[in-house]
């Protein structure tokens, strides 16, 4: 019998559950939070210690992930807005329903912005959203219907669309046939509600004294901001609750290989987002598939999640598409080790181009690739020129005119347009001239050199480059090796074009027609 295939993958949502707390000694945001629903996963399938995203910026990520390719690899698919997806590339849910007879749908997001919106899994025909996408504003909705109906009522409401949607396409789908089914909610996005961390969740933002990054201003405004943002997870961990409790009403739970990830880090945080540190890459990734994946197991395998699409092909008995250059995971999910199974499984690569498309003067990209390894981050920056945070607008003095503190936490535009508008990024930019903050935003924002190391065990925040320093010349050297062989056997225009086409028209420069996404 073929197995259901369910995948839950949340916008912008980092490496944040309780079930990772474990693995990473005392002091961690994990363990200030409880996510029992992913946790459930973990526990009755396989959590996985090192999952990175292909790219920390949505639509090059979920182009990656559903061809099971590098991003580069999916034409206008490899930038944010302006992408337009290329439907000769095959998809796995595509392949799934004409191929292995799979009845396929979603709700909320699965692939934006870009034109056509959600087009790699059937755009509008395969979306089952007839109670609405309230879900996707969760602290904003609940906020304005407290007074009315509760927190916890308002927050059923919101519970009951997520279970009506998933019924609506359980009751379309054909008796006996198997599905394949995304649910994309979008509410970790910003942007959310300020302090309801607090106020719906009960999580007091200083808490988290002592547990942010060492790039993070460690004061009460960022603290609340993470705060806020961590009720968001928690409310996505709700949501894949009641997708376990309809599988298991509907009698499909133990025939359903259920797999829940999200598409970068946090947004509008320093070196988040849109970055390919730690916090912008790694993704929690947590797989249970009865009778295939042994329950408890902890698998340390680095892990893309563009190999999610030739599994999902895969476990659906279906051949994996030529064009798919991503790695089936299952060896992985059959075996019964943990720890490091495949010796093979040690790195990551990713990066990124334009996201924000005018950003930057010109409408120009921010160019990079990484390879991450268990000790390693290895970065280069083939524009060291650019802002990669995009174009400051005056704000690199820090003698110049501040803009309104709101216009900072909710406009993007104001400044710095790569990084999402948020309190943080507010403060930040306020205290700009404190001495303790200017190195930090610096960091954040400033411009970096071509080339950029950082020895995870000597510095686990990343904040010394050490790409110039003697002592790691030959480490730099090899992961600079590794590197460049697989950007060139996967035929990366930024490394086997001249001109590259990210650098023109209409990868770059003013925009095309474009489609907004319609998240309703």
Excluded at 376 to 392: A, K, L, Q, S, V
Aim: hydrophobic share 35%.
């Amino acid at each position: 019998m073929k197995p259901n295939i369910v995948f839950a993958f949340a916008d912008d949502w980092g490496r944040y559950a309780s079930a990772y707390a474990e693995h990473e000694g005392t002091g961690s945001l994990n363990e200030l939070i409880s996510t029992p629903n992913f946790d459930r996963v973990a526990k009755e399938g396989a959590l996985f210690t090192n999952a990175l995203v292909p790219a920390p910026t949505c639509t090059p990520c979920r182009s990656s992930i559903l061809s099971g390719q590098y991003f580069w690899q999916t034409g206008l698919g490899a930038i944010l807005v302006g992408a337009v997806w290329d439907e000769s590339i095959p998809t796995y849910p595509l392949e799934l329903e004409s191929k292995g007879g799979y009845f396929i749908g979603y709700q909320y997001k699965v692939w934006s912005p870009g034109r056509s919106n959600n087009a790699p899994i059937g755009a509008t025909r395969t979306r089952y959203q007839p109670a609405g996408g309230k879900f996707n504003n969760f602290s904003h909705w609940v906020t304005r219907h407290a007074d009315e109906l509760g927190v916890d009522g308002a927050k059923d409401v919101l519970y009951e669309e997520t279970r009506q949607n998933f019924r609506a396409f359980l009751k379309a789908r054909p008796d006996d046939q198997p599905f394949c089914y995304w649910w994309g909610p979008t509410n970790t996005h910003r942007t959310w509600e300020r302090g309801s961390g607090m106020a719906l969740w009960g999580m007091n933002p200083d808490d988290l004294q002592d547990r942010l990054p060492a790039f993070m201003p460690d004061v009460h405004e960022v603290r609340e901001d993470t705060c806020d943002y961590l009720g968001e997870c928690l409310a996505v961990d709700q949501g894949i609750g009641i997708l376990l409790d309809e599988l298991n009403s509907a009698g499909e739970l133990e025939n359903t290989l259920f797999v829940v990830s999200g598409d970068h880090g946090i947004p509008g945080m320093p070196r988040a987002k849109c970055n390919l540190y730690n916090i912008g890459c790694e993704a929690a990734l947590a797989m249970r598939w009865p009778g295939v994946i042994e329950p408890g197991r902890v698998v340390h395998d680095f892990v893309n999640l563009m190999d999610l699409a030739p599994t999902f092909c895969q476990a659906g008995g279906i051949d994996i598409p030529e064009d798919m250059t991503a790695h089936s995971l299952m060896p992985l999910l059959t075996s019964t080790a943990s720890g490091q199974v495949e010796p093979e499984r040690d790195f990551v690569v990713t990066g990124r181009e334009r996201h924000v498309h005018h950003a930057r003067d010109g409408m120009l990209p921010y160019p990079q690739r990484s390879v991450r390894t268990r000790d390693f981050i290895y970065i280069i920056n083939f524009e060291p020129d650019r802002w990669p945070m995009g174009d400051p607008r005056g704000l690199d003095d820090s003698n110049a005119p501040t803009p309104d503190y709101e216009a900072l936490a909710y406009d993007t535009m104001v400044a710095y347009r790569d990084l999402d508008a948020s309190p943080t990024k507010a403060w930040m930019i306020h205290h700009r001239g404190d001495r303790e903050v200017k190195p930090l935003l610096e960091l954040a924002v400033g411009k970096r050199p071509r080339e950029e190391l950082y020895d995870l065990n000597e510095d686990p925040h990343y904040m010394k480059n050490v790409a110039d320093d003697p002592a790691y010349a030959n480490v730099r050297r090899a992961m600079e090796v590794r590197l460049m062989k697989i950007l060139v056997e996967q035929h990366d225009p930024r490394v086997t074009e001249q001109p590259c086409r990210f650098e023109s028209a209409p990868y770059a420069g003013p925009l095309a027609e474009f489609q907004m996404p319609d998240w309703s």
